[in-house]
């Protein structure tokens, strides 16, 4: 019998904080139609003639603060969670790592595991909630390459895992630590998405973001909605805490361009609690499974730096999972049980 496949697949990173690879990997990455998800001839407009010359130099400069001897943490925490879990699954398991843009590439960790001559191929991406942008572009590209095989073997694709338990639990472990120090109140501050992609996730055509709090509960109608997943995880990590409703809230980060994303914002949360006199304030993010550029710098430096102008003192990162051995645990219960 030959061995069980395993792609761990995380979003990307650029090969170097340099102008020109930022450039080549916002282009890949934004040229998704996923992602900008308009018609071919406006998405080549704004990708290439507006959002890749004018954001490139912008995002090189953050990255270069975020870059370590090592690399971008994104790849890094990814190589270390392939690595402790292919030890974790032994001799049975063939483990690829992949990032959807960039390097490892997602056709050559494929190939490296057809020549592996693997039975069976599980594709995990390395995101707890479903999106479109995010998980439904893995699975897609996954299927292209795939389907031209010749021997296709078995294979399955995990859609989410927002609510695994092994998984809530170190957010909320992580947390802990900060607990005594003295919380005004902890923000659960989620990658956002545009609204647009909520309705188009929605399978009833009825429901978000036509229903009063569409998406504060997760019921059949949502249960794709990646809003409706965050909420979900935010109110399981809140629970295992034992925070009341009044301690915590969730907002979105990472906006992109004009059209309206999910609300609410995390600037605007962050203007709202200094305006109730909040000073300390714990943020988790859980829609990351490693610290990357949007934890390390999105909250770390420009949300405390925009608290900090607002009467606030301090914005606290509760680092991700990272390549914490209880994340290990997790991952590996997800691979085994996920269907
Ligand atoms: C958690 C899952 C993610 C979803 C969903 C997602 C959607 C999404 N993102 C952009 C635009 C950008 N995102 C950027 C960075 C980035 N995004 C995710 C994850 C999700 N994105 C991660 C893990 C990272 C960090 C990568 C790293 O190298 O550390 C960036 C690049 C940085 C910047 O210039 O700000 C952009 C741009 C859109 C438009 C979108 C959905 C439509
Ligand atoms: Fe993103
Ligand atoms: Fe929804």
């Known amino acids: 019998m030959g061995k069980k496949g395993i792609l761990l697949v995380n979003l990307g990173t650029p090969d170097s904080p340099k102008t020109a690879d930022v450039r080549k990997y916002l282009d890949e990455f934004l040229m998704d139609g996923r992602v900008i998800d308009v018609n071919p001839v406006l998405r080549t407009l704004l990708v290439k003639g507006i959002i890749v010359p004018f954001r490139g130099p912008k995002s090189a400069k953050i990255y270069k603060e975020i870059w370590t001897e090592q690399g971008s943490p994104l790849l890094i925490y990814g190589k270390n969670v392939k690595n402790a879990i292919a030890d974790r699954l032994g001799e049975d398991y063939h483990v690829e790592l992949a990032m959807r843009y960039q390097s490892p590439s997602i056709p050559d960790a494929l190939e490296r595991l057809k020549q592996a001559k693997v039975d069976s191929i599980k594709v995990i991406p390395l995101f707890p909630q479903y999106a479109s942008a995010s998980t439904g572009s893995v699975h897609q590209l996954v299927m292209e390459i795939v389907s031209q095989w010749q021997a296709i073997p078995s294979i399955s694709f995990v859609n989410s895992y927002y609510d695994h338990p092994g998984m809530i639990k170190v957010f909320a472990d992580n947390t802990r630590k900060y607990l005594d120090e003295g919380w005004d109140h902890i923000l659960f501050s989620f990658h956002g998405v545009p609204q647009r992609h909520m309705r188009k996730a929605d399978v009833s055509g009825e429901h978000c973001l036509k229903v009063k709090d569409c998406c504060k ?123």
């Not at 809230?249 to 914002?265: A, E, I, T, V």
């Not at 203007?271 to 300390?280: C, F, N, S």
């Open 217 to 339: 509960t997760l019921t059949e109608n949502n249960k794709f909605c990646y809003s409706a997943q965050c909420h979900q995880t935010a109110k399981l990590i809140a629970e295992e805490l034992n925070l009341s409703d009044d301690k915590y809230s969730l907002c979105f980060q990472s906006r992109l361009g004009n059209d309206p994303w999910m609300q609410p914002y995390t600037s605007d949360v962050l203007k709202e609690l200094a305006g109730k006199g909040v000073k300390r304030i714990l943020v988790l993010c859980p829609a990351f499974v490693a610290d990357c550029l949007e934890t390390l710098f999105e909250i770390s430096f420009e949300y405390q730096e925009e608290f900090e102008e607002l009467g606030g003192e301090k914005v606290q990162l509760v680092e991700s999972l990272n390549d914490n051995p209880a994340w290990i645990d997790a991952l590996e219960d997800i691979i085994l049980n996920k269907n």
